[in-house]
């Protein structure tokens, strides 16, 4: 009989033809930027349990105001939360956002800090934040786990998580370094065009063969692959 830790290490085992396929997929022969800190850490406090099309459009008006840490740290808290309208907790936010931009201006001359745990005593600043900070802006390999990497890696069989911290301290185990860095914005472009959080679009996924649920779903009745 196979036990659950033998079937997800079957699955593991693809893990590098997974991300190399995926890396194929998206970002073809193209580079992988590296974005501005300041934005990158505003955003993804602003990105909190708000949906991906919100906090972009919350953070671009955001970003339009107030382009860097010192402007931020003067900001009217009611503006910031009017601002924020449309992301989750503004009124929670707002305050938040303010202080770390005074912090940045009073302690790091304005710039983002590059190390977890200076980015980890900013206020609102959890590891999901840091981490995407980290692996972002300044291209050091970290586990940044959303909502995008939780549910598609438990979807490839590689482990059974329950949330996205369990997910990074298994994912910590398994991934080997190299992947730390592409693993977010894979998972990320994957969630959004193919396996979607609904439903997966596992007829036309191009790593289907080494994945646990889609190898199930090819199994049931009128599963037509689009390849
Ligand atoms: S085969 Fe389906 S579940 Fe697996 S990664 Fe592709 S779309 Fe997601």
Request: with cysteine.
């Amino acid at each position: 009989m196979t036990t659950e830790m033998e079937k997800a290490q079957h699955w593991q085992q693809y893990i590098p033809q997974v991300l190399d396929t995926l890396a194929g997929t998206y970002f073809g022969k193209g580079s992988v930027e590296l974005e501005d800190p300041y934005q990158v850490l505003i955003a993804t406090v602003i990105s909190q349990r708000t949906r991906e099309e919100q906090t972009t459009k919350v953070s671009n008006r955001l970003f339009a105001r107030y382009p860097d840490a010192t402007s931020l740290a003067d900001a009217p808290v009611a503006e910031l939360e009017k601002l924020l309208y449309g992301s989750s907790y503004p009124e929670v936010k707002a305050p938040r956002i303010k202080e770390i931009g005074r912090i940045l201006r009073d302690n790091f001359g304005g710039k983002v800090p590059n190390t977890i745990d200076e980015l980890l005593a900013l206020p609102g600043v959890g590891r999901k934040t840091a981490n995407c900070v980290l692996v972002y802006a300044f291209g050091i390999p970290a586990l940044c786990i959303d909502v995008h990497v939780h549910r598609i890696t438990n979807r490839l069989g590689w482990y059974q998580t329950k949330t996205p911290e369990q997910t990074e301290k298994a994912l910590e185990k398994i991934l080997p370094n190299p992947y730390w860095f592409t693993i977010n914005r894979l998972m990320v472009q994957h969630g959004r065009a193919i396996c979607l959080p609904s439903v997966p679009q596992c007829q036309k996924c191009p790593v289907r063969q080494w994945c646990e649920t889609g190898n199930a779903r090819a199994q049931e009745p009128g599963f037509k692959a689009a390849d």
